[in-house]
């Protein structure tokens, strides 16, 4: 792996017009469960009152809903994190999506190992960003092996790297593609203000790459900052899925008119959409024999189910196809979906 010098031109010498990758590292975890670190930020993530009795006993496992009181019925929340996983992982190969599926070393234990997304990013000219992570528990996810086999099993060429962890020791944090939506085309690089997403480092992150950021705060239900970005904003090829109404008003015009700007169609959903996931997607994109060239939307069952019929069709038209994963326990416990679970990779 390269440790090139950053340049202030970055990736803004050679502009990007590709806004969805074709490949993606995932992590397969090891030892996936609830972290309450994690959760003092995250108001999406939840703990079912029958896993806190149970983990109070350091058992780690809850009952499946609706399952027979005996012990077939137990199955810990890293067992069916990992089928979920590994059902995520086929599902996208089997669009032609390239993956690598990296498998996460069991010690230290590593509960939000299967979002990558927040710690490092590879850009299409061979940069790669490291990432200031709030959680002193996220900090161990950084490991140069993940970045070695994205060279090895994807062709990706590193060139150089930028290294923000260093904004840690400062108390600030900027956690990735979920801290930042990123517009190639355009290169505006949005970020909701939150404990995890700093002004200064999105501003900084920005003259490394060349990208314009695009600053504004949005709020869930309950009044507080949304923890991530790319809970409530998602931009594709052709489409922007944003929660308009979760932006504060002093930012929602210039937010929305920069979003709209860029051409694409704007579709616009609110907090119970958000709430279950349905701005977290992605679109990424493949190559069939028959099809050539085309694009996948992905998103997770719980957020095609809360979307209108209205919606889901406005959106299904900007993509070439619509691709559901169930990822139910990593949502719920984990406070993220099936956008977190994947670090784009633009292979030159």
């Excluded at 314009?212 to 594709?236: K, Q």
């Excluded at 996931?277 to 099809?291: H, I, Q, T, V």
Aim: proline content about 5%; glycine content about 8%.
């Amino acid at each position: 792996m390269s440790d090139v010098s950053p340049s202030a031109l970055g990736m803004g010498a050679r502009a990007a017009s590709q806004q969805c990758a074709s490949a993606v590292v995932m992590i397969r975890p090891a030892a996936f469960d609830y972290n309450p670190e994690t959760a003092a930020t995250n108001k999406m993530q939840q703990l079912p009152e029958t896993e806190r009795h149970v983990a109070a006993l350091g058992g780690g496992l809850d009952v499946e809903p609706s399952a027979p009181t005996d012990t077939g019925a137990y199955r810990s929340a890293a067992a069916r994190a990992l089928d979920e996983f590994d059902g995520f992982v086929n599902a996208l190969r089997s669009e032609g999506v390239s993956v690598c599926a990296f498998a996460d070393p069991a010690d230290p234990p590593k509960p939000d190992a299967v979002f990558p997304n927040n710690w490092v990013s590879f850009h299409p000219d061979g940069t790669v960003v490291l990432y200031p992570m709030q959680a002193e528990s996220r900090r161990w996810e950084r490991n140069p092996d993940v970045i070695e086999a994205v060279e090895r099993d994807l062709g990706y060429k590193v060139r150089r790297v930028v290294d923000l962890t260093h904004r840690e020791a400062e108390g600030r944090f900027l956690e990735g593609t979920g801290s930042l939506v990123l517009d190639h085309v355009e290169r505006l690089a949005y970020a909701c203000l939150s404990p995890r997403t700093d002004g200064e480092v999105v501003e900084e992150w920005c003259r490394e790459t060349g990208y314009e950021p695009v600053i504004f705060s949005a709020l869930d239900r309950s009044g507080a900052p949304f923890y991530h970005t790319n809970v409530m904003l998602c931009i594709g090829a052709r489409a922007v899925v944003v929660g308009a109404e979760a932006i504060v008003e002093k930012d929602r015009g210039r937010v929305l008119e920069r979003l709209r700007g860029s051409g694409r169609e704007v579709i616009e959903i609110g907090q119970a959409e958000i709430a279950k996931f349905a701005g977290n997607m992605l679109e990424l994109a493949s190559w069939d024999e028959a099809l050539g060239d085309y694009r996948v939307l992905v998103m997770s069952d719980a957020a095609r189910q809360a979307l209108s019929r209205e919606a889901f069709a406005r959106l299904s038209a900007t993509t070439d196809e619509v691709l559901t994963v169930p990822v139910p326990t990593i949502e719920r416990l984990g406070g993220g979906s099936v956008r977190c679970m994947m670090a784009e990779v633009f292979v030159q």
